[in-house]
């Protein structure tokens, strides 16, 4: 039984999991043409965008959403959905603001913050695996709570006192001329590659959404690996939300929620994941932040408000999904 799981293993290896980066990056032609042909449109139309300092507050501003987004990935490849990240985030922002406004040392708020994250993830990889909750469902609920949770605690007013130099360098730092939140994208980015393409776990994962059946009979504990990226997406939310605090010097409870979920989301799609689950890179994932990180840049020196923003993400976000129903039936 045992050799047959390293046997499932190494095939699941050498097919879709064995990939070259090079194959994964011809996956993304469609992306990555609509993502140079925004860049020229953009560098042709306005003289502000083509800038160091602008496509560094493009990265800072995605590095929130993209963060959640990679969770959110692993998720979606078991074939799972979870739509209360944002709120997660936003929990864990007031968790650590409050924590330090009431004089809480740095690194213990930091601590409760991600204990707090890492709980709801926990609680909602349980609940759909154990007791089979559809993921929906739950996590829908599960952000009703947490959302609920944010709003009593706080009143519905920002919490702005108490953050100290080393929590604000989270957000509003530099490292090697890098804004810190690019400098935490990145290596959460490349953790979260290794440990999906390089580690056991990481097949296991891609495997759920293929062939549950087959790791089943490989005596994988299918119940227990469920459960696993939901607890690391809920640490991912953690991040996000402490890195969204720090760099807004403050606790907000509207921080995050379904515009941050639409946007990570959108990300998600782009990155060619199919939602059914067992197809998907987080290389994607990264590339379709950065897009829709540019096409939010882009419509703000446009002149386009907030509201239109959410009509043009929500519209990217259903012909990344259309384009996705139509690759896999091809």
């Given amino acids: 039984m045992k050799r047959r799981g390293s046997e499932v293993g190494r095939k699941n290896k050498t097919g879709f ?7 994964e990056a011809f996956k993304f032609v469609p992306l990555t043409v609509l993502l140079v042909v925004t860049i020229i449109f953009l560098s042709i139309y306005t003289e502000r965008f083509l800038t160091i300092g602008n ?29 209360s990240l944002g709120n997660i985030a936003a929990l ?37 695996s154990y007791m089979g909750i559809p993921p929906f469902l739950q996590t829908l609920a599960m952000g009703f709570v947490t959302q609920g949770v944010t709003f009593l ?4 007013y920002p919490v702005y006192e108490g953050f100290t130099p080393q929590f604000l360098f989270l957000g509003v730092g530099y490292l090697l001329d890098i804004p810190t939140p690019v400098v935490i994208l990145l290596v959460c980015f490349l953790l979260a590659y290794v440990f999906i393409s390089r580690t056991s776990y990481g097949r296991y994962i891609y495997a759920l959404g293929n062939d549950e059946d087959a790791l089943r009979l490989c005596g994988i504990n299918i119940k ?16 996000t939300g402490i890195v969204m605090t720090a760099r807004m010097q403050s606790g907000q409870p509207s921080a995050a929620g379904l515009t941050m979920i639409l946007t990570a989301l959108t990300a998600v799609a782009l990155g060619g994941f199919d939602l ?6 987080l290389i994607g994932v990264l590339m379709g932040g950065i897009f829709v990180g540019i096409l939010n840049n882009g419509l703000v020196i446009l002149g386009f408000g907030t509201f239109h923003q959410l009509i043009i993400i929500g519209l990217t976000l259903m012909g990344a999904l259309s384009w996705n129903v139509v690759r896999v039936k091809r």
């Fill in 17 to 23: 999991l064995g990939r070259s980066l090079s194959s």
């Fill in 153 to 156: 605690w706080t009143r519905g």
């Fill in 92 to 128: 864990v922002g007031i968790v650590c603001a409050s924590s330090l406004a009431a004089g809480v040392n740095t690194y213990l708020a930091l601590l409760y913050g991600i204990a707090v994250g890492v709980l709801c993830g926990s609680v909602n990889g349980v609940m759909v």
């Fill in 276 to 281: 059914t689950g067992g197809e998907g890179s």
């Fill in 55 to 83: 496509l560094l507050n493009v990265l800072r501003q995605i590095s929130y959403s993209t963060i959640l987004a990679l969770g959110l990935g692993m998720i979606v490849l078991t074939g799972g959905m979870d739509l």
């Fill in 224 to 239: 227990r690996m469920k459960v696993l990226p939901y607890v690391i997406a809920g640490f991912l939310a953690c991040v």
